[in-house]
């Protein structure tokens, strides 16, 4: 399967020119870059480990992609996602989010469905590689 | 205007002498400022006629009363304060009232509506009576809820950022059992879409009772999630006859891990403003659908303009309603979508005659309502959609997910692909409005469903003149 979070997970994968072109459209709205990676791609894990603090003062884009491609040497076997942050009052929030990296193999999740009364079912969405521990999950 | 004893006397008295025409009047920061176009009736002055108004939206009645003497009546009093004629209209005015805060209940909207749309919309010296549009001031704001989630907090629940959220309704409206209903949820959200919607009349009928629905809903979603890695949700109409039933309709969806419910506006303002306060409670999203809005919003002369009821359903708190795609099957003018999706969106809305908004609206830190665009809308009209109607709002193929003739799967795709390839280009600097068919096209060589998409609706448009449109046009200026 492949996990389809983030805003252009639908599209063959970004080449590096087309990464660079939204991080220029963000950074020319004055949003603030930032790189994160995971090996726990839960829908509800929002946390993903930064790659540093968002580049706050960094207003060119090489030096962004910079960022992206050494995260990316760092952990390749992981998700890596751009985000774009606005400061801005009433917005305070991430305006654009986006996969730059996926590990080879994707198992995909269990739906663990646990019975209780009254036709009710609770549901438990468990990610098949975070059976293993945190940094052996997409080995090889 | 004489003594108070004149004015006091038993008797019939124009209203303009009653106090309720002061062309002097300036408006405080703390009036409610509402504009009606009226049309008076053959030879009634307008002035008069907006005095009326005025009246009968607040304290007057139609003969002088001695008891207006107990109380501080130059206060209670509604104020019309401006009165001009509606360009390109003979016999049609726009009438500007002021009214006092004091005299609306706080965080009430049926008590805000009794006295603006009350009486005064049968009064028998108009023809007819529109409400255009208010101004609601901040100290009054101040007293509502507002949404219950918001733009900025529902798209950090979803994860979902950068582009329009994509959602359908159940197709056909009425008659699939829960198990079939289901089915549809499920392939929709699976092929990519972030929600399926039932639709307004859908509730608790002969073929699908509701607590069956909600089941086999919430199946499809949490199946869904599992097989993309996303967060997905159905807005499980929890509309009923009485509040008793709609709360436990919600407490079951939320039992169920349900995000999202929805009701319609024919449950009325209060019911409403009591599943808003339900849903920040709970943390629920809430989905407003428009049902019946169209029965007094859609003629220009009377009824009350769709912009007003956006303004009220942000104050009274839902975080999703429907409001037009200017390309689709329902009614919607350019300009007037604009300035309804501005009400719904914008921190602080600046008056837009052209826009039909005619006032300043600074929303004091209510959360951002987000729009939806639903009906008659397709994959084809995306570079369309996304210029006019930007990104906060969520766009909704039903036929357009559902009547895929490869199935519902790959109804959703297309759609989801004909997004992002968009959302892509647009970032890109590329001219989406221009290029859109080529950028979709292009898409369409490697996404299959994409292709069959644009190939099925490609002669699919709804062109007809709106009747709502707003009456003033860019070069115009304001007297």
Same mark, same amino acid.
């Given at each position: 399967?492949?996990?389809?979070?983030?805003?252009?997970?639908?599209?063959?994968?970004?080449?590096?020119?087309?990464?660079?072109?939204?991080?220029?459209?963000?950074?020319?709205?004055?949003?603030?870059?930032?790189?994160?990676?995971?090996?726990?791609?839960?829908?509800?894990?929002?946390?993903?480990?930064?790659?540093?603090?968002?580049?706050?003062?960094?207003?060119?884009?090489?030096?962004?992609?910079?960022?992206?491609?050494?995260?990316?040497?760092?952990?390749?076997?992981?998700?890596?996602?751009?985000?774009?942050?606005?400061?801005?009052?009433?917005?305070?929030?991430?305006?654009?989010?986006?996969?730059?990296?996926?590990?080879?193999?994707?198992?995909?999740?269990?739906?663990?469905?646990?019975?209780?009364?009254?036709?009710?079912?609770?549901?438990?969405?468990?990610?098949?590689?975070?059976?293993?521990?945190?940094?052996?999950?997409?080995?090889? | 205007?004489?003594?108070?004893?004149?004015?006091?006397?038993?008797?019939?008295?124009?209203?303009?002498?009653?106090?309720?025409?002061?062309?002097?009047?300036?408006?405080?920061?703390?009036?409610?400022?509402?504009?009606?176009?009226?049309?008076?009736?053959?030879?009634?002055?307008?002035?008069?006629?907006?005095?009326?108004?005025?009246? !009968?939206?607040?304290?007057?009645?139609?003969?002088?009363? %001695?008891? +207006? @003497?107990?109380?501080? &009546?130059?206060?209670?009093?509604? *104020?019309?304060?401006?009165?001009?004629?509606?360009?390109?209209?003979?016999?049609?005015?726009?009438?500007?009232?002021?009214?006092?805060?004091?005299?609306?209940?706080?965080?009430?909207?049926?008590?805000?509506?009794?006295?603006?749309?009350?009486?005064?919309?049968?009064?028998?010296?108009?023809?007819?009576?529109?409400?255009?549009?208010?101004?609601?001031?901040?100290?009054?704001?101040?007293?509502?809820?507002?949404?219950?989630?918001?733009?900025?907090?529902?798209?950090?629940?979803?994860?979902?950022?950068?582009?329009?959220?994509?959602?359908?309704?159940?197709?056909?409206?009425?008659?699939?059992?829960?198990?079939?209903?289901?089915?549809?949820?499920?392939?929709?959200?699976?092929?990519?879409?972030?929600?399926?919607?039932?639709? !307004?009349?859908?509730?608790?009928?002969?073929?699908?009772? %509701?607590? +069956? @629905?909600?089941?086999? &809903?919430?199946?499809?979603?949490? *199946?869904?999630?599992?097989?993309?890695?996303?967060?997905?949700?159905?807005?499980?109409?929890?509309?009923?006859?009485?509040?008793?039933?709609?709360?436990?309709?919600?407490?079951?969806?939320?039992?169920?891990?349900?995000?999202?419910?929805?009701?319609?506006?024919?449950?009325?303002?209060?019911?409403?403003?009591?599943?808003?306060?339900?849903?920040?409670?709970?943390?629920?999203?809430?989905?407003?659908?428009?049902?019946?809005?169209?029965?007094?919003?859609?003629?220009?002369?009377?009824?009350?303009?769709?912009?007003?009821?956006?303004?009220?359903?942000?104050?009274?708190?839902?975080?999703?309603?429907?409001?037009?795609?200017?390309?689709?099957?329902?009614?919607?003018?350019?300009?007037?979508?604009?300035?309804?999706?501005?009400?719904?969106?914008?921190?602080?809305?600046?008056?837009?005659?052209?826009?039909?908004?005619?006032?300043?609206?600074?929303?004091?830190?209510?959360?951002?309502?987000?729009?939806?665009?639903?009906?008659?809308?397709?994959?084809?009209?995306?570079?369309?959609?996304?210029?006019?109607?930007?990104?906060?709002?969520?766009?909704?193929?039903?036929?357009?997910?559902?009547?895929?003739?490869?199935?519902?799967?790959?109804?959703?795709?297309?759609?989801?692909?004909?997004?992002?390839?968009?959302?892509?280009?647009?970032?890109?600097?590329?001219?989406?409005?221009?290029?859109?068919?080529?950028?979709?096209?292009?898409?369409?060589?490697?996404?299959?469903?994409?292709?069959?998409?644009?190939?099925?609706?490609?002669?699919?448009?709804?062109?007809?003149?709106?009747?709502?449109?707003?009456?003033?046009?860019?070069?115009?200026?304001?007297?």
């Amino acid at each position: 399967m492949k996990i389809t979070q983030g805003t252009f997970s639908f599209l063959p994968d970004l080449t590096d020119a087309e990464i660079r072109a939204q991080i220029d459209y963000s950074l020319g709205h004055g949003w603030a870059i930032g790189v994160e990676f995971t090996d726990d791609p839960h829908p509800r894990n929002c946390y993903w480990e930064m790659w540093g603090n968002p580049m706050f003062d960094l207003r060119d884009a090489a030096g962004a992609m910079t960022e992206v491609l050494a995260c990316r040497d760092a952990h390749p076997e992981t998700y890596i996602r751009v985000n774009a942050f606005d400061a801005t009052r009433g917005f305070e929030t991430t305006r654009l989010s986006f996969i730059v990296n996926r590990p080879s193999t994707e198992p995909g999740f269990l739906l663990k469905r646990h019975e209780v009364g009254g036709r009710q079912i609770q549901y438990t969405i468990e990610s098949y590689a975070a059976q293993a521990p945190e940094g052996r999950r997409y080995v090889g | 205007m004489g003594t108070k004893a004149e004015r006091y006397k038993s008797g019939v008295m124009p209203y303009a002498q009653m106090g309720y025409w002061d062309a002097d009047y300036v408006p405080n920061d703390t009036d409610v400022i509402a504009v009606f176009r009226i049309s008076p009736q053959e030879g009634v002055d307008p002035v008069e006629a907006a005095a009326a108004v005025a009246g !009968e939206s607040s304290t007057a009645t139609w003969t002088v009363v %001695w008891t +207006d @003497r107990l109380t501080a &009546c130059d206060a209670y009093r509604a *104020k019309a304060f401006r009165v001009d004629p509606v360009p390109g209209a003979p016999g049609q005015y726009f009438s500007y009232i002021a009214y006092d805060i004091d005299l609306f209940e706080e965080g009430s909207i049926a008590n805000l509506t009794a006295s603006i749309i009350g009486n005064v919309f049968g009064f028998k010296p108009l023809k007819a009576l529109r409400l255009e549009d208010m101004r609601i001031p901040v100290a009054y704001l101040k007293t509502f809820q507002g949404p219950p989630t918001g733009i900025v907090v529902e798209r950090e629940r979803l994860d979902k950022f950068g582009r329009p959220l994509l959602g359908a309704t159940t197709k056909p409206k009425l008659g699939l059992s829960s198990k079939n209903y289901g089915r549809v949820v499920y392939e929709a959200l699976k092929g990519g879409l972030d929600f399926v919607k039932d639709d !307004e009349n859908i509730n608790s009928q002969p073929f699908m009772h %509701w607590r +069956d @629905r909600f089941l086999y &809903c919430m199946e499809a979603v949490n *199946k869904a999630s599992a097989a993309t890695g996303e967060v997905k949700g159905h807005y499980l109409n929890v509309t009923a006859a009485t509040m008793e039933d709609m709360y436990e309709r919600a407490d079951f969806a939320k039992q169920l891990g349900s995000c999202i419910v929805m009701i319609d506006l024919v449950i009325g303002y209060t019911a409403i403003q009591s599943m808003a306060k339900w849903a920040r409670r709970n943390d629920m999203i809430l989905h407003l659908h428009r049902a019946g809005h169209g029965t007094y919003t859609r003629q220009k002369t009377h009824g009350v303009s769709f912009r007003v009821i956006a303004k009220w359903m942000r104050m009274a708190g839902v975080d999703h309603i429907h409001a037009g795609t200017v390309v689709g099957k329902l009614e919607g003018d350019p300009n007037v979508i604009k300035g309804i999706y501005s009400i719904c969106r914008d921190s602080f809305t600046k008056e837009n005659l052209e826009q039909g908004v005619f006032f300043d609206q600074d929303w004091a830190g209510l959360r951002k309502l987000m729009p939806v665009a639903s009906g008659g809308i397709h994959a084809g009209q995306m570079h369309q959609l996304i210029t006019y109607l930007g990104e906060d709002v969520v766009l909704q193929f039903g036929g357009g997910t559902i009547g895929h003739p490869d199935g519902i799967q790959a109804g959703a795709t297309a759609n989801r692909v004909a997004l992002e390839v968009m959302i892509k280009a647009r970032n890109e600097g590329r001219d989406i409005w221009n290029e859109g068919p080529r950028i979709l096209a292009e898409a369409g060589r490697w996404c299959s469903p994409l292709r069959a998409a644009l190939e099925t609706w490609k002669d699919v448009t709804f062109n007809y003149q709106s009747t709502d449109t707003a009456d003033f046009v860019p070069t115009a200026t304001l007297a």
